[in-house]
């Protein structure tokens, strides 16, 4: 029987035929690690549905969807301002993740990150900041005038 090589963590380890303590160890940490990432991605993905569920839930054509908007919309700018500018969606990724937080990961990294997906050009800070601010307002208005008219 030759041994077999399998990576735990960042140095490789050398068993025989993957039936040592070693290599189930290895199955396991795996299994967490892509349970881990499927976590975060389903909470990047509903991060993004919320991102453009802000962006055009005054047009939808749905009264419920405009009430939503309008209280949606305001919650989201106060709790950027009261959990130290960054969003608790990112935050529970980063925790899943087991990543430490990153200063970058503020008000606006994951439009920044959007866009940067998108187009290819990463837009600055303060630059999407204030056109999430004027867009997030200017929306939220359009929903309350609908259901203002209705």
């Known amino acids: 029987m030759r041994p077999l090589q399998i990576?735990?963590?960042?140095?490789?380890?050398?068993?025989?035929?993957?039936?040592?303590?070693v290599c189930?160890?290895?199955?396991?940490?795996?299994?967490?690690?892509?349970?881990?990432?499927?976590?975060?991605?389903?909470?990047?993905?509903?991060?993004?549905?919320?991102?453009?569920?802000?962006?055009?839930?005054?047009?939808?054509?749905?009264?419920?969807?405009?009430?939503?908007?309008?209280?949606?919309?305001?919650?989201?700018?106060?709790?950027?301002?009261?959990n130290q500018r960054s969003c608790i969606f990112t935050t529970w990724e980063n925790r899943v993740l087991q990543n430490e937080h990153i200063e970058d990961?503020?008000?606006?990294?994951?439009?920044?990150e959007m866009v940067a997906a998108i187009t290819g050009w990463r837009p600055p800070t303060l630059l999407t900041r204030r056109v999430m601010a004027i867009w997030m307002w200017i929306a939220t208005f359009v929903s309350a005038c609908r259901i203002a008219v209705i």
């Open 7 to 21: 990576w735990v963590g960042d140095c490789p380890t050398w068993v025989w035929l993957c039936a040592s303590f």
């Open 105 to 112: 990961h503020e008000e606006g990294w994951f439009v920044k």
């Open 24 to 82: 189930i160890s290895a199955d396991i940490f795996l299994g967490e690690m892509m349970w881990r990432w499927w976590v975060a991605k389903c909470i990047r993905f509903t991060h993004l549905l919320i991102m453009i569920f802000i962006m055009i839930g005054w047009a939808l054509p749905w009264l419920v969807a405009w009430w939503v908007h309008v209280i949606l919309t305001p919650l989201t700018r106060l709790h950027w301002r009261f």
